[in-house]
């Protein structure tokens, strides 16, 4: 007798669900494969049994990784809900997997996958795991319970914006310039002309305009703990500051937060893992020493919020650290889009020399200066032969509020400042 496919398949998943052996399973001693019974049932014979069971199956598959002798077609959501309460409940202390699920249970995947998509929220639908709201109330509050800490130092870091004043009583007043150091990568040749800069001119008030800090084992890539070297690195910027105090003893020194400094803070702020290595290697440590703020009397202007979360409110947090001097005559930050504030002045970050040229009826025709870097121009993690380096001296008139720029451009292998030729050496190469 001819049966059509549905019954045929109606039949075979019966016999599947009575125990007889699917298609697939290899053949045991007495136990009947449920072709046999579709055979038996239908009086078929068995060659059409199985093309007609291939036809129906291949419109109705059930994936091969299924027991297909779990596969409940009938059950309901609560059905399925009701049966991964009954595993949870076998052992209260333990977290139900999808494996283990699989194992223990007695339905296959595709009897509860067609109604919840993943066994996440297989598990949220039956209560045994938190609720999308709840999880976002958790991290939620986690969140704001790290920013606490956060602000706390917010709080700390304003108070070292004007610990070191020096003011000067002169019409005539010159500011050196310089961004993007990043401690030991900055270029031999560069340091030791800054330091030629500030014994030279004697300014009154040097900007260390961002990035004087490096400290790659704080950035967002992954980094290995065995290859840190941080205390090299904080010794190196301390060094720095220690020769450039000697040179320019009377001068007024500032540092602008940049985004490198920015992060040290913040991964202070979380007691993340790479600052334990810091801490373990500093006794005494506090974030002025770190900085070198107190032994070498630097300004530190850092007016953002160490809360913010996204990399476009960090960066807006970031732009409001910027030093004004001279009655608002000139202005230095370490993000250019700080030159529309629409006061002369300078910024770095991008390590590329650029010069905007301006008129306001206050300051007259002005200029603003986006510095090029201290950075070797040699850089494994992008194409930094394309940097500029170059430093920048400004002259003001502080009575008139005008001011002159002076850039030193160290690009190549010589540079002229205030009339005299630099070669760069060999070794400094």
Request: hydrophobic fraction near 35%; glycine fraction near 6%.
């Amino acid at each position: 007798m001819e049966h059509d496919e549905k019954t045929v398949l109606a039949v075979y998943k019966n016999a599947v669900k009575n125990g007889a052996l699917p298609i697939g399973v290899p053949q045991r001693v007495g136990k009947r494969t449920a072709v046999m019974v579709v055979c038996e049932e239908l009086d078929m014979p068995r060659t059409t049994v199985r093309r007609k069971l291939a036809s129906a199956l291949a419109k109705n598959p059930v994936p091969l990784s299924e027991d297909q002798r779990k596969f409940h077609e009938e059950w309901t959501a609560e059905d399925c809900i009701r049966e991964l309460k009954r595993i949870a409940e076998i052992d209260s202390d333990k977290v139900i997997t999808r494996n283990y699920f699989r194992v223990h249970s007695d339905i296959s995947e595709s009897t509860w996958n067609r109604h919840f998509g993943t066994f996440s929220e297989f598990k949220r639908q039956a209560g045994i795991m938190l609720s999308r709201h709840a999880h976002a109330l958790e991290r939620a509050i986690a969140k704001h319970a790290s920013a606490d800490r956060m602000r706390m130092l917010n709080e700390e870091k304003r108070d070292w914006e004007g610990t070191y004043k020096r003011p000067s009583g002169n019409r005539f007043q010159t500011v050196l310039v310089g961004a993007d150091f990043h401690d030991e990568e900055c270029d031999p040749f560069y340091r030791f002309m800054f330091l030629e800069a500030a014994k030279r001119a004697q300014p009154e008030k040097i900007i260390l305009n961002g990035d004087l800090f490096d400290l790659p084992e704080f950035s967002k890539y992954a980094q290995d703990p065995r290859s840190f070297d941080m205390l090299a690195r904080i010794k190196w910027v301390h060094a720095f500051l220690g020769d450039l105090r000697a040179a320019a003893p009377d001068a007024e020194i500032s540092l602008t937060e940049g985004n490198h400094e920015f992060r040290i803070l913040k991964h202070l702020a979380e007691a993340t893992p790479a600052l334990m290595v810091v801490l373990s290697d500093l006794h005494g440590f506090t974030v002025p020493k770190l900085l070198g703020l107190e032994k070498f009397e630097v300004n530190y202007i850092a007016r953002g919020d160490l809360a913010a979360w996204t990399e476009r409110d960090i960066k807006s947090e970031l732009s409001k650290n910027y030093i004004t001097l001279y009655d608002n005559s000139l202005l230095f930050g370490h993000y250019p889009e700080m030159r529309k504030m629409g006061v002369p002045g300078a910024s770095g970050h991008h390590h590329r020399h650029l010069v905007w040229s301006e008129y306001s009826p206050i300051y007259g025709p002005y200029e603003w200066h986006q510095t090029g870097c201290g950075h070797v121009r040699s850089a494994s993690y992008c194409a930094g032969e394309k940097w500029g380096n170059g430093f920048l001296f400004v002259h003001c008139d502080t009575h008139r509020r005008r001011s002159q720029f002076d850039y030193v451009d160290l690009s190549h292998d010589m540079c002229i400042m205030g009339g005299k030729f630099y070669r760069r050496e060999s070794e400094a190469l």
